[in-house]
């Protein structure tokens, strides 16, 4: 066998060193692409932690809606409409008709949208203007002394208000 030159040598060595390199930099690049493939799809599937509208929202303690009072809870998109001394309704401010927000008049005591002039009463019940329905209202949990509102639980009520959806206080 031939004994190689040292420039021969040198070469050689140079060219292992850079088949090495480029080994190294393939099987990088190949954990990068896996860690960030990993990555996305860990955030994609992971359950994000909801706060506001489409999670469970504490509208505030029953003390802060007195009878007859009507209270917008802004995270939320709802209003938390208090009926009597055992009931109350969360609801959403979207008005059914085409999805303007809906604010309560209080020197009507009613709901009225600014769009084209629905009329809701403190039950979210449409009794003027083109709304199709009611206001659509949410799921209310009272825990204790406080009041939670499900904003990722609305329903709609085609057939009209019933006592049913009003929340009983015990
Ligand atoms: S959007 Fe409310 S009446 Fe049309």
């Keep these: 066998m031939a004994q190689l030159s040292p ?20 099987w990088g690049s190949v954990g990068l692409a896996a860690a ?34 009507v209270t ?36 009507q005591n009613l709901f009225v949208c600014p769009c084209h002039g629905s009329v809701y009463d403190k039950t979210g019940q449409n009794i003027a203007g083109p709304a199709p329905r009611p ?5 209310v949990e009272i825990r204790g002394n406080d009041v939670y509102v499900d904003t990722g639980d609305i329903r709609e009520r085609p057939d009209g208000h019933d006592p049913s959806h009003v929340t009983r206080i015990r």
């Design 72 to 107: 917008r809870v802004r995270d939320g998109r709802f209003y938390i409409s208090r009926l009597s001394e055992t009931e109350l309704i969360a609801l959403y401010w979207k008005c059914p008709h085409l999805g303007c927000t809906v604010p309560f008049e209080e020197s």
């Design 36 to 69: 960030a493939f990993s990555y996305s799809g860990w955030r994609l599937f992971w359950p994000h932690k909801i706060k506001g509208f489409g999670a469970v929202v504490r509208a505030g303690s029953l003390d802060d809606f007195p009878v007859g009072s």
């Design 7 to 26: 420039r021969e040598q040198n070469l050689q060595e140079q060219e292992v060193s850079r088949r090495s390199f480029l080994r190294r930099l393939m």
């Design 135 to 139: 206001m659509d209202y949410m799921r």
